[in-house]
């Protein structure tokens, strides 16, 4: 089964892990990943401490546990881009929360690219 269809057809929660030059880690709920083309995903982003992070380090771990299971996936990536405020973040939101298309632009929104380096099983090395 590909990435994708895995991702498509999974119910979970996810974390993406991040570290600043120094190696300080942070971690963060994320949604599932959208996957733009082959091995590129992206996820939206706030300005907030995983951003930041990512301008000094481009590596970071997605973790995804499926839900009721200790079953799921660690993705291991390589930022390869970014986009701030893009329109696209609207267009592949999956939540739609009420009020978020007409509320004011307070916060910018990135929407980061990444390669996918390596897939593992969340538990073993696989």
Same mark, same amino acid.
């Given at each position: 089964?590909?990435?994708?269809?895995?991702?498509?057809?999974?119910?979970?929660?996810?974390?993406?892990?991040?570290?600043?030059?120094?190696?300080?880690?942070?971690?963060?709920?994320?949604?599932?990943?959208?996957?733009?083309?082959?091995?590129?995903?992206?996820?939206?982003?706030?300005?907030?401490?995983?951003?930041?992070?990512?301008?000094?380090?481009?590596?970071?771990?997605?973790?995804?546990?499926?839900? &009721?299971?200790?079953?799921?996936?660690?993705?291991? +990536?390589?930022?390869?881009?970014?986009?701030?405020?893009? *329109? #696209? %973040?609207? @267009?592949?939101?999956?939540?739609?929360?009420?009020?978020?298309? &007409?509320?004011?632009?307070?916060?910018?929104?990135? +929407?980061?690219?990444?390669?996918?380096?390596?897939?593992? *099983? #969340? %538990?073993? @090395?696989?």
């Amino acid at each position: 089964m590909k990435i994708d269809e895995y991702f498509a057809s999974r119910k979970g929660i996810g974390v993406l892990s991040t570290a600043d030059a120094g190696g300080k880690v942070n971690a963060a709920v994320y949604g599932r990943p959208h996957f733009m083309d082959g091995d590129t995903i992206a996820f939206i982003a706030a300005d907030r401490l995983t951003h930041a992070n990512l301008q000094t380090n481009p590596s970071a771990v997605y973790l995804f546990q499926e839900e &009721g299971s200790h079953s799921g996936k660690r993705l291991y +990536l390589t930022k390869t881009g970014e986009e701030k405020d893009s *329109p #696209l %973040i609207d @267009e592949i939101r999956r939540r739609k929360s009420e009020g978020a298309a &007409g509320r004011e632009k307070k916060e910018s929104r990135f +929407l980061i690219y990444f390669k996918i380096d390596r897939i593992l *099983p #969340l %538990i073993g @090395e696989g």
